[in-house]
């Protein structure tokens, strides 16, 4: 079966960091575009940031350009985002998605890991 | 504030049609790209349910069917089931903001 799951979320306070993970069974995830979506409580979806297979394309949402990098192992088939000067509004479950090149759509998603930010 | 517009709720009975439209711009609907729809269950993960306008992937029911006309989409789920009660959001990808976008999401409840 193929599926991602995702790992790494938890409590963190206003300024500290977190490094999510996402490890992919069933697929070659280096041969796809590897995404990171989110969704604050009760609200709905964010795209926050994308990879390339090969590495050399990666774009971020405003929201979090500078302070997140996304970033893939593909001895261990994942995919991770480094998230570092967290803010309250960072609070959200966080999806692995992925795409495969050319298309415009996520055609699988991980369960998610939920990240709360808080003093 | 979404970039795609969505209403927030729809309702129906089972077995009745319900339709759930999206409006975007030129920057994202109305460029090649195409929208997508995804259906997330209570407590669950977004899951893909009609790409490119109107193609549905493998084990997704027929009661589900995608359009899409300049700038908006709709989404429309015929023979309603209880278990259609959930979240549907519709996605672009935006040329203007070079990034993937979402619409705000709309809750379906199946009365």
């Known amino acids: 079966e193929v599926q991602l799951v995702e790992s790494g979320g938890g409590l963190a306070q206003p300024g500290g960091s977190l490094r999510l993970s996402c490890v992919a069974s069933g697929i070659s995830f280096s041969d796809y575009e590897g995404n990171w979506v989110r969704q604050a409580p009760g609200k709905g979806l964010e795209w926050l940031s994308f990879?390339?297979?090969?590495?050399?394309?990666?774009y971020y949402a405003d929201s979090v350009r500078g302070r997140f990098t996304i970033s893939r192992d593909s001895a261990k088939n994942s995919l991770h985002l480094q998230m570092n000067n967290l803010r309250v509004d960072d609070t959200a479950i966080y999806y692995c998605a992925k795409k495969t090149p050319g298309a415009s759509w996520f055609d699988l998603w991980g369960q998610g890991t939920l990240v709360t930010v808080s003093s | 504030q979404s970039v795609l517009t969505q209403p927030p709720s729809v309702s129906g009975a089972p077995g009745q049609r319900v339709t759930i439209s999206c409006t975007g711009s030129?920057?994202?609907?109305?460029?090649?790209?195409?929208v997508h729809w995804y259906q997330q269950l209570p407590g669950a993960a977004p899951k893909l349910l009609i790409h490119?306008?109107?193609h549905r992937p493998s084990g997704v029911p027929d009661r589900f069917s995608g359009s899409k006309s300049g700038t908006s989409a709709s989404l429309a789920i015929t023979g309603l089931q209880t278990e259609d009660e959930a979240d549907y959001y519709c996605?672009?990808?935006?040329?203007?903001?070079?990034?993937?976008?979402f619409g705000g999401g709309t809750k379906l409840t199946v009365l």
């Open positions: 490119a306008n109107t």
């Open positions: 996605q672009s990808y935006d040329i203007s903001l070079s990034a993937w976008v």
């Open positions: 990879l390339s297979p090969g590495g050399s394309d990666i």
């Open positions: 030129t920057s994202n609907i109305g460029a090649p790209y195409g």
